[in-house]
């Protein structure tokens, strides 16, 4: 089974980090109404269709994780949507650094959902995984 997780994962990964990187790029795009519309359409048929298509055995893995990749990248996109615009402004008018800013705004906030996100694509891949295996 450890083969067949070695075996199957890296694509599912590799398709994840792809349309992570990808609705990344949309969010610097579109604007803020229409991600959290797309967002949410895509939330759930998308890990359906991940595990459906792994339970065919048909199809190629790394289409698995960009149907994940819509769940994963939601958590973390909502936080940061609705995040005051002025924030890091308002920080760096008061002297912070780039560090500060990490340290004090950036990662309390951002933590809860990128853990979030993290266990989500942890569990999609690796139920893709083993549902390809079954």
Do not use: K
Request: aromatic letters at 6%; hydrophobic letters at 60%; proline letters at 9%.
């Amino acid at each position: 089974m450890a083969f067949l997780l070695r075996l199957n994962l890296p694509p599912i990964l590799s398709g994840l980090m792809g349309a992570c990187l990808l609705f990344g790029l949309l969010m610097r795009v579109l604007p803020a109404s229409l991600l959290r519309r797309l967002g949410l359409i895509l939330l759930l048929p998308g890990p359906g269709l991940a595990l459906a298509l792994a339970s065919t055995h048909y199809g190629p893995r790394w289409l698995e994780g960009v149907l994940i990749a819509p769940a994963v990248i939601f958590p973390t996109a909502a936080t940061l949507l609705t995040l005051p615009p002025g924030t890091t402004r308002a920080a760096i008018g008061l002297g912070a650094n780039l560090q500060m800013r990490l340290r004090l705004i950036w990662l309390p906030l951002l933590m809860p959902s990128l853990f979030l996100s993290l266990a989500l694509a942890t569990v999609f891949s690796v139920a893709c995984a083993l549902v390809d295996h079954l």
